[in-house]
């Protein structure tokens, strides 16, 4: 089990604390470690779903996408990043300063604040909330606030619209997508992240109790997916009608901001999805069978994570090339008509599945 | 109540069924060309117009005549052909092409000149790599110096009249 990271960071820890004596200065550091840790994963990860999307999106389309830059063009998204931060940031004349700035800040520090309670590898967790999965549902969803500032303090029509379209649609899916993690936190009768992971150690939840966790999962996968404002729900950003929607009068880095966070919520929903139904960074074990479970085990845990966070990132995309736009009485029907009671009925089926089973 | 439970089953069986075609194209051989670096292997379409070309037989002999027609035909006065009278052996006078330009930096690739040519010496070839960095370079002559008209084994006075009648046949095709 060399390949773990928490061998890394437990000698990290030991090292510091025989280095220096005083204990605020050894937290202190480490902290900022961390910190500095989960900032360069964000950003790395936002890079890599770039450029991740674009090529799953060509290969949709029967192309190939970028191939000029680097082997297989995996450059590209590096000398986007580079033009995207030198580009000017042009001022607006008559609107909200303090909250047009704002609002890209609240939408990357939504999306942040998720990666600390997220859980990477066995022993790689920024906190052990024991309310976890409510904190990840919580924090996630502060990103609306940003995007609602950053449409009303545009002060223009299309950015309006887009805002309130995003407000609309977050907060209804939001529902759905709480209401399904809803039924996992009565199966694993915990909301500890850590205390989840452990009872997925024999067997996924999804195996656990298949029939009420695959309609768990499927109703959290389109609300997330709804929530990201990405494929057939992407009405707030509708090119058509609203130009680019809420983040229409952003340019350069304010734009940049919407950007990764975009990509980085992308990511943050498949890891929320990964962990509380494909047992996060629990390899695949069978009940009984030790020497296939050995083998499974081989795999370090971060790799198993973000092979089940790529499984549903690839869902979302090809979910977002497959389906037209829906329409915003459409989108309502049906989360309100729909999701919404499906996932109800979900609860009590699991309530009635953990009392028989 | 049964209706909304068929609509929402029969709508994720057709969700699955969409995405099921889309998989079918993700897993299906890209159509994007590399070009430059497929430059050697790719294959042209036979019938793209790249550029006016005539073409020449190993005697260095071609089939213009020098007629003018393809000139005349042109909307843009691309193609501009110079004659010369000659006058043959038996003391005939011919007209015999001297000069076949071909301005490709105004060819707007209609095809017109190689519809209407009565003696098909003019065909499109699909070289399409045209840039140069002088204009001047674009307008080429197409009859390579030191050629001659191809002499046909058929008698030489069934020509004319064959050139008088195929000329209209094509121009009303071009109309």
């Known amino acids: 089990m060399s390949l773990e990271l928490s061998g890394l960071i437990n000698a990290i820890h030991e090292g510091l604390t025989g280095a220096i004596e005083a204990q605020w200065l050894v937290s202190l550091i480490e902290y900022v470690l961390v910190g500095a840790g989960l900032l360069a994963l964000y950003a790395l990860i936002a890079l890599f779903l770039i450029i991740f999307e674009r090529k799953i999106c060509a290969w949709f389309q029967c192309r190939l996408g970028p191939n000029r830059v680097g082997p297989w063009g995996i450059f590209q998204v590096f000398a986007d990043m580079l033009k995207i931060m030198f580009k000017e940031i042009i001022p607006l004349k008559h609107n909200d300063k303090l909250l047009f700035y704002a609002g890209p800040c609240i939408v990357v520090i939504g999306s942040f604040l998720t990666f600390g309670g997220l859980q990477f590898a066995e022993g790689v967790h920024g906190v052990d909330l024991n309310i976890g999965v409510f904190y990840l549902l919580a924090v996630s969803s502060i990103s609306i606030v940003g995007v609602m500032l950053a449409g009303w303090s545009s002060n223009n029509k299309y950015a309006l619209i887009g805002a309130m379209r995003s407000g609309a649609q977050v907060i209804s899916f939001e529902l759905s997508a709480c209401l399904s993690m809803m039924a996992v936190v009565i199966l694993g009768g915990s909301m500890n992240l850590s205390t989840l992971m452990e009872k997925q150690e024999d067997l996924w939840f999804i195996f656990q109790a298949p029939v009420p966790m695959l309609i768990a999962m499927v109703i959290y996968l389109i609300a997330a997916h709804a929530e990201t404002n990405r494929g057939p729900f992407d009405l707030p950003e509708a090119e058509s009608e609203l130009t680019a929607g809420y983040h229409v009068e952003y340019s350069g880095m304010t734009f940049g901001y919407f950007y990764v966070a975009e990509y980085c919520n992308l990511f943050i929903n498949a890891a929320i999805g990964a962990l509380v139904f494909l047992g996060g960074w629990q390899a695949f074990h069978i009940p009984g069978c030790d020497g296939f479970n050995a083998v499974m085990d081989m795999c370090p845990s971060y790799v198993w994570f973000f092979l089940k966070c790529l499984f549903f990132i690839f869902m979302s995309l090809w979910v977002r090339w497959s389906f037209p736009r829906l329409r915003i009485d459409q989108l309502l029907h049906l989360e309100w008509k729909i999701m919404l009671p499906f996932s109800l009925f979900n609860i009590l089926l699991v309530a009635v599945w953990v009392i028989i089973f | ?175």
């Open chain 2, 1 to 175: 109540m049964i209706t909304y439970f068929k609509n929402v089953f029969s709508g994720l069986v057709n969700l699955c069924k969409g995405m099921y075609i889309t998989m079918l194209q993700f897993c299906r051989p890209k159509v994007t060309e590399p070009y430059p670096e497929n430059r050697k292997t790719r294959k042209q379409f036979e019938r793209f117009r790249g550029e006016l070309t005539m073409p020449h037989n190993d005697k260095n002999e071609h089939k213009c005549t020098g007629c003018g027609i393809c000139a005349m035909n042109c909307p843009n006065q691309t193609i501009t052909v110079t004659k010369n009278k000659v006058t043959t052996e038996d003391g005939k006078a011919k007209i015999e092409l001297d000069q076949y330009l071909y301005d490709l930096g105004s060819c707007i690739f209609c095809g017109i000149c190689t519809q209407v040519c009565p003696q098909n010496a003019i065909a499109w070839s699909t070289n399409f790599e045209h840039a140069v960095f002088t204009k001047s370079k674009l307008v080429k002559q197409l009859n390579k110096p030191g050629s001659k008209k191809e002499e046909k084994p058929a008698p030489v006075k069934a020509e004319p009249a064959e050139k008088k009648e195929a000329p209209k046949e094509n121009n009303d095709k071009s109309e």
